[in-house]
């Protein structure tokens, strides 16, 4: 199975900070990365697919980059409503995986 | 507007059976692979299963292969997923989940059924 590790775990963060997650793979699987947000109660919601691809309606300010086995997620300037838990996960090979998660707390 | 509801969810007992079930409105179903998706209690996400658009060719986590099944119901708009041997690390909330083509992961959850196995 390939494991995918998030760092960092959680971080503390202010509104209008950039804030970066990074996610990396134990073997390549090329853009077969994707980002999703979670809230507290919630269902998931896609951020973005294909590494870089941004899901239709999730506002600009999110952003992916990377290939291979290094990926990230940037929020150029975090916003209330996305102060959230943060999952990447490949889709390259089954059984499908995701990272453990990142949590981004108000500062 | 494109949506997935399950329901089915509920408390069994260990070594008990469940059968969730995902309703999907607003697409044709048969024209998309479909995912199951479970969280534990305070836990990560963990992908559970995966079916082909005809139903043809199925995938399974080792956690749930032998003891679980995913089905689908084009005709109703309907996925399943049949749990047979619950134990308790099965307690979780399972989303369906729809695959987005080209294998870049999901792009519609559901909104989660909650199954907990206890005695």
């Known amino acids: 199975d390939i494991q995918l590790t998030q760092s960092p775990s959680s971080l503390s963060a202010s509104v209008g900070d950039r804030v970066t997650i990074t996610c990396r793979a134990n073997?390549?699987?090329?853009?077969?990365l994707n980002w999703y947000q979670q809230k507290a109660g919630k269902a998931p919601k896609v951020l973005l697919y294909?590494?870089?691809s941004l899901q239709s309606g999730v506002p600009s300010r999110f952003s992916g980059s990377g290939s291979g086995t290094d990926f990230t997620l940037t929020i150029s300037s975090l916003q209330p409503e996305d102060f959230a838990t943060y999952y990447c996960?490949?889709?390259?090979?089954?059984?499908?995986?995701f990272g453990q998660g990142t949590k981004v707390e108000i500062k | 507007e494109v949506q997935l509801v399950e329901s089915g969810g509920g408390l069994v007992q260990p070594g008990g059976s469940l059968r969730l079930s995902c309703a999907a409105s607003?697409?044709?179903?048969?024209?998309?692979?479909m995912h199951w998706v479970r969280q534990g209690p305070g836990k990560g996400l963990v992908w559970v299963s995966r079916?082909?658009?005809?139903?043809?060719?199925?995938s399974y986590a080792d956690s749930v292969k032998g003891r679980f099944t995913i089905s689908r119901d084009n005709a109703k708009n309907t996925l399943y997923l049949q749990m047979n041997s619950l134990r308790a690390e099965d307690t979780a909330v399972y989303y369906c989940?729809?695959?987005?083509?080209?294998?870049?992961?999901?792009?519609?959850w559901g909104q989660g059924s909650t199954v907990t196995v206890s005695s």
């Open positions: 073997q390549r699987i090329y853009t077969y």
């Open positions: 294909a590494a870089s």
């Open positions: 079916i082909n658009s005809d139903g043809s060719s199925t």
């Open positions: 607003g697409f044709i179903l048969s024209s998309y692979w």
């Open positions: 989940a729809r695959g987005r083509p080209g294998f870049a992961g999901v792009d519609v």
């Open positions: 996960q490949q889709s390259y090979s089954i059984p499908w995986t």
